[in-house]
């Protein structure tokens, strides 16, 4: 059972084949994150493994905040990584921030911009996290 009692993620196939296959051509190919790119990359240490991992996800920022929609939940892998280490770095428009304090968030506490597109892709949960002052580069 996970954090917040659901066993499984949704579409679980198609997490396993862009967790596998599809991020690793996005990050590989540096998509994500550069000046311009729809996407951001996420940089988190696991949480056994120690190990280092950049994951490529729709990333909006509002001032000194970050908004990440939570495609496949609260339960995926960098998700848990970020909640748990309470920090982590994001590549967005070209440039590093250090975020710190995730938290899930409701799709209903999000300004009405980002809220409808989100409820018609059926989304609900949300992580946000703050850019740490001073830390941008």
């Known amino acids: 059972m996970t954090p917040t009692g659901t066993a ?5 196939w198609l997490h396993f084949v862009a967790r596998r296959f599809l991020n690793p051509v996005i990050v590989g190919l540096g998509i994500a994150g550069r000046r311009h790119a729809p996407l951001g990359l996420v940089f988190s240490v696991g949480r056994r493994s120690g190990r280092a991992y950049a994951t490529p996800l729709a990333i909006h920022r509002r001032a000194d905040r970050l908004v990440i929609p939570l495609t496949y939940g609260p339960n ?13 770095r994001v590549r967005l428009d070209g440039r590093d921030l250090d975020a710190s304090g995730p938290r899930v968030v ?3 506490s999000l300004p009405r911009s980002l809220r ?8 609900r949960e949300f992580l ?5 002052e001073g830390q941008a580069r």
């Open 106 to 108: 409701s799709r209903a």
């Open 8 to 12: 499984t993620l949704p579409h679980g």
């Open 76 to 88: 995926a892998r960098w998700c848990l990584n970020v909640l748990a280490a309470g920090a982590c």
């Open 128 to 132: 946000e996290l703050t850019v740490t």
């Open 116 to 123: 409808e597109p989100y409820r018609l892709v059926r989304i």
